[in-house]
């Protein structure tokens, strides 16, 4: 069981927006601004698309967004591209003795 | 452009030791406020965090594997290395090296290899 908590499928027309939620706690998401999104396809490293809660690295799309309510980091999606489709982690630093949290993941489709 | 490149055994049995390498092109492993870390994922699974070696040389390990984990760093051969010993098949998974400005903000990461442990 994952320390971070995603839903396990999220889906979308092309065009569409759609939000990917990761809750923790406050000993994670909740009480650090240190939260990380990843895009992973198929067969394929995972890329950083979201750090520090909201900020996005060079190359990635102004589509991908990031935001925190309490305990619960959003990754939003505006304008969904079938090249969206993937799997999507959540990542947090964690007080705890591990440092570093995983979501479980979830399934983007693109229908 | 930083790119790293994990390589060594796909196959390895029972209660042996699992060893493999990163090497980093692009960049001196050895200059920098990086963290060069290790993650795996284990098939149709997520991803689980292993532990880190700072430039600076210290090492932090995740606590589940703690007692079986050795990271090192070669800076003559701009390498970084993970042992894991003792290994299941609950070992089985592809592992990625991964260099990040934070342990959890990682932006450049290996292909990944797939090790498989059977006897």
């Known amino acids: 069981q994952s320390a971070l908590t995603q839903p396990a499928s999220v889906s979308g027309s092309p065009g569409q927006s759609i939000t990917i939620s990761c809750t923790g706690t406050s000993s994670d998401v909740g009480g650090y601004n240190y939260v990380s999104w990843y895009q992973q396809h198929p067969g394929k490293a995972p890329k950083l698309m979201i750090y520090e809660v909201s900020n996005r690295p060079s190359g990635v799309p102004d589509r991908f967004s990031g935001s925190k309510s309490g305990n619960t980091a959003s990754l939003t999606i505006s304008g969904l591209q079938a090249e969206d489709e993937a799997d999507y982690y959540c990542?947090?630093?964690?007080?705890?003795?591990?440092?570093?949290?995983f979501g479980g993941g979830t399934k983007l489709t693109v229908l | 452009q930083v790119q790293l490149q994990e390589s060594g055994p796909g196959l390895v049995k029972p209660s042996q030791t699992l060893s493999l390498t990163c090497t980093v092109s692009?960049?001196?492993?050895?200059?920098?406020?990086?963290?060069w870390s290790w993650i795996r994922q284990p098939p149709g699974k997520g991803l689980e965090w292993i532990g880190y070696?700072?430039?600076?040389?210290?090492?932090y390990y995740n606590p589940s594997l703690k007692s079986r984990v050795t990271i090192s760093v070669d800076t003559s051969k701009n390498q970084f290395s993970l042992k894991l010993s003792s290994v299941t098949a609950a070992d089985t998974a592809v592992y990625y090296c991964?260099?990040?400005?934070?342990?959890?903000?990682?932006?450049?990461w290996g292909q990944g290899t797939l090790v498989t442990v059977s006897s």
């Open positions: 991964a260099r990040g400005t934070m342990i959890v903000v990682l932006y450049y």
């Open positions: 070696i700072y430039y600076s040389g210290s090492t």
């Open positions: 990542s947090s630093y964690t007080s705890s003795s591990t440092l570093v949290v």
């Open positions: 692009g960049g001196s492993i050895s200059s920098g406020d990086y963290y």
